[in-house]
């Protein structure tokens, strides 16, 4: 486990101040965590992150990802993984959003296994660099929608949400296709969400796509697709 930074202890300590132990059993049992809160709320945990980076600078892209690191690894509170995805997508890590974070952020997905942390990396870290390094991390999504860990295949699916007229429309076939039978859960709600969010740039190929695709699809995948689109 690696040696807490000050940054990481001080960001550790702004948690345990602005907990509240009432509110902490409540957010652990709507996550389903093993892992205890301290009841921190996101509005309040990412006015801590702004607040303690304010001003700072990163020595090497060492002493961010050590940072990162620690608060990932060394979590004894859920809200330390949050913190370590909002130092992870920070303004001031700008820099460092280069093809070679990907293992960093597999590690978060595959050790994350749930859909408040898979999510986030999918949503805030994954995308942004697949919207700039297509033609290298295309490929890699591919391979995670078949991959046996079910957490990555629905970063495979989810990953285009933001790209509105950018998507990438074959890999969101491709990745949806892969996962049409799965029963689980999580897989069908990601189809579903991917293709409605799909449907505020394309209601016609969102359309098309669940017709072509309804005897395979799930109903849930089905009802969120056409959510918006009567």
């Not at 990932?72 to 909002?86: F, I, M, N, P, T």
């Not at 509105?164 to 049409?180: P, Q, S």
Request: net charge neutral; aromatic share 8%.
């Amino acid at each position: 486990m690696p040696v807490p930074s000050d940054l990481a202890i001080e960001l550790r300590a702004g948690l345990a101040r602005l907990g509240d132990p009432q509110r902490a059993p409540q957010m652990q049992a709507y996550m389903k965590s093993v892992m205890p809160f301290r009841g921190v709320p996101s509005p309040l945990r990412r006015a801590l992150v702004r607040e303690t980076l304010s001003g700072r600078t990163w020595s090497s892209i060492d002493d961010w990802e050590h940072v990162v690191a620690t608060l990932w690894d060394g979590a004894h509170y859920r809200e330390e993984r949050y913190l370590a995805l909002d130092i992870a997508a920070h303004r001031t890590a700008r820099p460092f959003q280069t093809l070679d974070r990907m293992p960093l952020y597999d590690h978060f997905v595959v050790t994350g296994a749930w859909w408040d942390h898979v999510d986030t990396v999918a949503g805030t870290l994954i995308e942004p660099l697949l919207a700039a390094h297509r033609e290298d991390l295309t490929p890699t999504m591919r391979a995670w929608s078949v991959d046996a860990d079910l957490w990555r295949r629905r970063t495979s699916i989810i990953c285009q949400l933001h790209a509105n007229a950018a998507t990438d429309t074959g890999l969101l076939a491709e990745t949806i296709v892969a996962n049409l039978t799965d029963r689980d859960f999580f897989i069908r709600k990601a189809i579903g969400w991917a293709l409605r969010q799909y449907a505020r740039t394309d209601p016609g190929w969102v359309r098309e796509f669940v017709a072509a695709h309804e005897r395979a699809m799930s109903g849930l995948s089905r009802r969120e697709a056409l959510k918006h689109l009567g």
